[in-house]
């Protein structure tokens, strides 16, 4: 902070040299001076015309700060913030790694025409799944960029149903994705963990695995951030030999009633190897699930995390190796224990990643009291969105309504 700033904050600065700085006139650096002016935007009586300035300040100067990953958090926060976007800027400020994914969700949700077309040409934007589905909700995209946003979220989300960790933590290390014994952390983890709860274990240790939903019910396994955006339009593939089977299984109306059944349940193409994880699963005890749930692969915690024993879904957050991309779709499934939608936000790695607090809002499953205290921390296109969200609960939607109201009525003044 500079000195000048310093002296501002504290009311040290007359009057006539609050206006020569809300003018843009003082004898300071221009990055300087930048700084001074975005915290005089916000000023009861130098506001207007700090804002004036800003508005009309040098474009290289801007373009400099926009660009410049040193510059404050502050700056960079008010030139990319809705109302006082500059197009001009936009490139710099999408491509700057101090300028955060949660400050770039509005503009790409709410930017204006030449604003999406700027952040459709962003390659951090393209390879974002975060920004992607907030730019997905850009009315102002038209139907062939909306297809290749959309396009793009599919198969982003298929490389991660795969089996690949988007993250790199190294799920796929060893042969076949099994079970990693060998991994120093993940024991450490274990011992803590089973030491710390060694009598509800012990009490429950022969309790069967018993998912929630039943053996076979996937929805909500890999769920995206698509439930936060409008849908997209294009039908679920149906996998190959569907019809084939559904058609030999009955004639006349009862082979068309199966096909259409199994068109709205496609299997996934990864279901034998689910199967044989299943099969894996089911012959463990507790301690040998909490275990798979810490040491094993991504298939093992998506499946455990269903857990009807809550030690052992809650092992699966204890991992080393669980992504904050696997942590978003938990967010998001209706199909788990509620100790688990409570236990995410205390995890301080996940309460600070965005998409999965909001994830949590957006799902029904969360406890009322908890989507209370988290919904503060939207922006305001998820809190529109939310607003319109018939599966969340009534006290929901009215509070994201007037909070969304009041926030672009602020925003308006």
Request: charged share 25%; no cysteine; aromatic share 2%.
């Amino acid at each position: 902070m500079s000195r000048m700033l310093d002296l501002i904050r504290s009311s040290q600065v007359p009057s006539n040299l609050m206006q020569s700085a809300a003018r843009g006139s003082l004898s300071v650096p221009p990055d300087e001076m930048i700084e001074i002016l975005v915290y005089l935007a916000h000023h009861k009586v130098f506001g207007e015309q700090a804002r004036l300035t800003l508005a009309g300040w040098d474009e290289k100067a801007s373009l400099a700060a926009a660009a410049n990953s040193a510059t404050s958090p502050e700056v960079l926060a008010y030139f990319v913030a809705h109302e006082n976007l500059r197009p001009h800027l936009l490139p710099a400020l999408a491509e700057n790694p101090s300028v955060t994914e949660d400050l770039l969700s509005e503009a790409a949700a709410q930017g204006d025409r030449l604003a999406a077309e700027i952040l459709l040409a962003s390659a951090r934007v393209m390879n974002s799944r975060a920004l992607l589905a907030a730019l997905q909700s850009n009315p102002n995209l038209r139907p062939n960029e909306a297809n290749k946003v959309g396009s793009k979220l599919a198969a982003m989300q298929s490389v991660g149903d795969s089996g690949e960790d988007e993250s790199g933590d190294g799920d796929a290390a060893g042969p076949g994705n099994e079970e990693d014994v060998h991994n120093p952390a993940a024991e450490e983890i274990l011992v803590g963990f089973l030491k710390e709860n060694a009598a509800e274990v012990e009490s429950e240790k022969d309790k069967p695995f018993q998912p929630i939903g039943g053996l076979h019910d996937d929805h909500g396994d890999h769920a995206t951030e698509a439930t936060a955006a409008p849908p997209m339009t294009s039908a679920a593939p149906v996998a190959p030999g569907l019809h084939t089977v559904a058609a030999k299984s009955a004639h006349g109306a009862a082979a068309a009633t199966a096909a259409a059944h199994a068109k709205k349940h496609a299997v996934p193409v990864h279901v034998e190897k689910r199967d044989s994880t299943l099969q894996k699963i089911a012959k463990l005890d507790v301690k040998g699930r909490i275990a798979l749930a810490v040491r094993g692969s991504k298939e093992d915690r998506s499946i455990l995390i269903r857990d009807g024993t809550k030690l052992v879904a809650l092992a699966v957050l204890e991992s080393p190796k669980v992504s904050d991309g696997e942590v978003e779709a938990f967010a998001l499934q209706k199909n788990v224990l509620e100790a688990v939608l409570r236990q995410i936000p205390l995890k301080r790695r996940f309460a600070k990643n965005y998409n999965i607090m909001r994830n949590l809002v957006y799902n029904p499953r969360t406890p009322l009291d908890l989507s209370l205290g988290l919904m503060k921390g939207l922006l305001v296109h998820d809190l529109r969105n939310l607003s319109g969200n018939k599966e969340v609960p009534e006290t929901i939607r009215k509070l994201a309504l007037r909070m969304y109201k009041q926030k672009t009525e602020k925003k308006g003044h």
